[in-house]
């Protein structure tokens, strides 16, 4: 009996409607949302989203709560087990990564370190 894929990434309730928004009010069409990691800051990484025009062949799709999610090859190993959300509080609302693989973040909050997952063989 072969094993589950783990699941690379999932998005709450409050991040598909507001996803959900902005993509029915996006200037052109839109295939999904790549998300992704990048260098940068003091910790080290810093996550990042935009606009897909086209699904590339690299990338993994994740589909969740009627959200296409386009994941970069090269952050899917630092993305596993996260949740994307959108939180709104006093001050801001923004979407905000739940990651169980992040180890700290800076204070300022722009960017986190991120371990890989390690698979079983």
């Known amino acids: ?3 589950a894929k783990p699941k690379i990434l999932s998005v709450s309730d409050a991040a598909a409607a507001r996803l959900k928004d902005i993509i029915i009010n996006a200037d052109k069409d839109i295939a ?4 992704g990691v990048k260098n940068s800051g003091c910790v080290g990484m810093a996550y990042t989203m935009e606009y897909a025009e ?3 062949p690299t990338d993994e799709v994740v589909e969740d709560k009627g959200i296409k999610l386009l994941i970069d090859p090269k952050a899917v190993m630092f993305m596993f087990g996260t949740e994307l959300d959108f939180e709104t509080t006093k001050f801001a609302s923004q979407f905000t990564f739940h990651n169980p693989n992040q180890t700290s973040a800076c ?3 722009e960017s986190v370190a991120i371990e890989p997952v390690k698979l079983p063989a």
């Open 32 to 35: 999904g949302i790549r998300v």
């Open 1 to 3: 009996m072969a094993l």
């Open 54 to 56: 086209s699904i590339e």
């Open 107 to 109: 204070g300022c909050g």
